[in-house]
């Protein structure tokens, strides 16, 4: 073990084969049925043949929890130059401009496309004879309303309405609970070519390891969010795509800018509930607890509409001086009527908690929200790997730059995709499925008798990211966390080297990747930027030009 990354665990050339064959080809295997995921798969289906592969059912991801929106110039009083603008002006000097341009002027298309898709958006007019007129709402960041929207379950009409079309599609074969391990590439079967073949993948519900081949694969796996304690992501968002490209010789960067959502309900059931943005955009005031008095205008000029890096911190710094466990959002000043149209099911969730939005403030605390770097992706989605691609939350496409401005992930998911699956439909006609793949070897392992260990090990990787790697950090915290996880990787390690793989060890596996490649990625930035606040130095470094961190792996000669 080199710096403290955890090395694959059966190259299968080593291993004899143990099973009888169970390869299952496709002209394309793409991981992950988010927004990246199924509409990469829908815009190329009619061409090809897909084996399209998540770990729960097919909608479970983090689009199908988007509240807020999409964004897209539609506005006549918005330009893409100032879409443009407000992305850069958050992204804090890393963004791509090239990259931003492309996104940000694909945004109208990109809704027809959705639209097209059956995806009923909110509009003003609701009228079917007229032309379409969204509305749209206001968040952090940016300066015109270009959020379109469903009411506040954006994500969900989103994803369910793109699943409705890939469940009746002859080309796209799907494949639910079932967990990507570890990409196969020419390179860890000992040939010289790097290319990327297919993957070992767990089904879940039977425990066998499959052979998933394909001409061209897709990583499409999401975020990272539960490396920290407190997230608004749901339990799918490990880091498996950036674990796994990364062990297969990617490179991936800015993995320090996390971004913190400033605001998820504080309940002990709630489980993160994400309180969305735009109800600050709608007048909702951040309060202290204890007096309730209004603080956000001492921290940013744009008080409750500063991006969420501000107001995290903000609110951060004002429950760590006051010892308090949560702040206050309120809307209450809103009729009741304002509420329940704009947030329907904002509003019904909290009265489950006993919190009626209507009529009083809800107590709210930041949680990890957003992945902004990833596996290093070009304009078409490709990595550093051929054959391979990284598309949405999992790459890092130069889009989001330090800060991801909000509503513009799910944007770049779709762009990104659709060029994707251009440049994968131009590209497949002139390559040929491999041979038969070895298959996953079990011979050296056995069942488990220490459960433990995994669960311990979660805990305590998920405590000690929140503690010295969160919202504000310091060298000596870094410093403290490195060593962690380094011990947690040896041991996790050696346990997986023995014993028959679960979820769970997967899962916690790439965890503990990912968990130090963010922790390495921020002792690398000696400034604070964007999403990276570092205690120790609190200012940005004038004295170099912004650059990218970039990690290499060390088994990529
Ligand atoms: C609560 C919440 C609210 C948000 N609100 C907004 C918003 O309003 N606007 C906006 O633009 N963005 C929002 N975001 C961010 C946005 O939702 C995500 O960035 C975006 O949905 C990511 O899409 P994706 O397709 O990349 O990944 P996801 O939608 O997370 O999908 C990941 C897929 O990969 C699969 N997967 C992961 N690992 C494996 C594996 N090892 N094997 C097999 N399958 C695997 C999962 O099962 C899942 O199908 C929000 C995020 C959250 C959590």
Redesign the pocket.
Same mark, same amino acid.
Do not use: F, R, W
């Given at each position: 073990m080199k710096n403290g990354i955890v090395k694959v665990k059966t190259t299968p050339s080593q291993y004899p084969q143990t099973r009888p064959s169970t390869q299952n080809n496709s002209d394309v295997l793409i991981?992950? &049925?988010?927004?990246?995921?199924?509409t990469l798969a829908l815009s190329l289906a009619d061409q090809c043949k897909i084996n399209l592969?998540?770990?729960?059912h097919?909608t479970?991801?983090?689009?199908? #929890?988007?509240?807020?929106?999409?964004?897209a110039v539609l506005d006549k009083n918005d330009s893409l130059d100032d879409h443009v603008e407000d992305t850069l002006n958050a992204g804090a000097g890393l963004c791509n401009e090239r990259i931003v341009r492309k996104v940000v002027s694909d945004g109208p298309q990109s809704i027809r496309w959705l639209s097209d898709q059956g995806v009923c958006f909110t509009q003003i007019n609701g009228n079917q004879n007229t032309e379409k007129q969204y509305h749209l709402t206001r968040e952090g960041g940016h300066r015109h309303r270009r959020?379109v /929207?469903a009411a506040d379950a954006?994500?969900r009409e989103m994803?369910t309405s793109l699943a409705k079309h890939a469940i009746n599609h002859p080309n796209i074969n799907i494949h639910e609970k /079932?967990?990507?391990?570890d990409l196969i590439t020419g390179r860890k079967l000992g040939r010289k070519s790097k290319r990327c073949l297919g993957a070992y993948?767990l089904n879940k519900t039977t425990g066998n390891v499959g052979v998933f081949g394909a001409k061209m694969v897709v990583l499409? +796996?999401?975020?990272a969010?539960k490396v920290y304690l407190y997230t608004?992501?749901?339990d799918?968002? &490990?880091g498996?795509?950036i674990a796994?490209a990364w062990r297969a010789g990617c490179r991936i960067a800015n993995m320090e800018f996390i971004q913190f /959502?400033p605001t998820c309900l504080f309940h002990p059931q709630a489980k993160s509930f994400?309180i +969305?943005e735009a109800i600050r955009g709608e007048g909702g005031r951040l309060r202290t607890p204890d007096d309730n008095k209004t603080f956000m205008s001492a921290y940013d000029t744009r008080a409750e509409l500063a991006p969420r890096d501000v107001v995290a911190r903000a609110i951060d710094h004002v429950m760590k001086k006051s010892g308090a466990e949560f702040v206050h959002l309120d809307i209450s000043h809103k009729s009741k009527d304002f509420i329940l149209q704009h947030f329907p099911n904002i509003y019904a969730r909290c009265l489950d908690f006993g919190y009626d939005m209507a009529t009083q403030a809800i107590p709210v605390v930041p949680a990890a929200? #957003?992945t902004c770097g990833g596996i290093m992706s070009d304009a078409c989605g490709r990595t550093d790997i051929e054959g391979l691609y990284a598309?949405?939350? +999992?790459a890092h496409t130069g889009m989001h730059g330090a800060n991801r401005m909000?509503?513009?992930?799910?944007?770049e998911?779709i762009v990104f995709a659709a060029e994707a699956a251009r440049n994968i439909a131009k590209t497949l006609p002139e390559i040929t499925l491999s041979e038969r793949l070895p298959e996953w070897d079990e011979s050296r392992v056995t069942d488990s008798d220490e459960e433990v260990v995994v669960t311990h090990n979660w805990h305590e990787l998920r405590q000690f990211m929140w503690d010295y790697v969160g919202i504000v950090r310091t060298d000596k915290r870094l410093q403290r966390a490195k060593r962690r996880v380094e011990l947690l990787l040896t041991e996790i390690n050696d346990y997986y080297n023995h014993f028959r793989v679960s979820s769970d060890l997967?899962e916690l596996r790439?965890l503990a990747v990912v968990s130090d490649l963010i922790i390495r990625s921020a002792m690398l930035r000696k400034e604070s930027r964007g999403l990276h606040y570092t205690a120790d130095y609190p200012e940005l470094d004038h004295t170099h030009p912004p650059k990218n961190t970039i990690l290499t792996p060390d088994n990529d000669t």
């Open positions: 991981i992950g &049925s988010g927004a990246a995921g199924l592969v998540c770990k729960e097919l479970e991801s983090a689009t199908l #929890y988007a509240q807020g929106g999409i964004s959020i /929207h954006t994500g994803e /079932h967990i990507a391990i993948i499409a +796996t999401g975020g969010g608004s992501n749901p799918i968002a &490990s498996d795509g796994m /959502h994400l +969305t929200h #957003y598309l949405g939350e +999992t909000a509503s513009n992930s799910l944007l998911c997967i790439n």
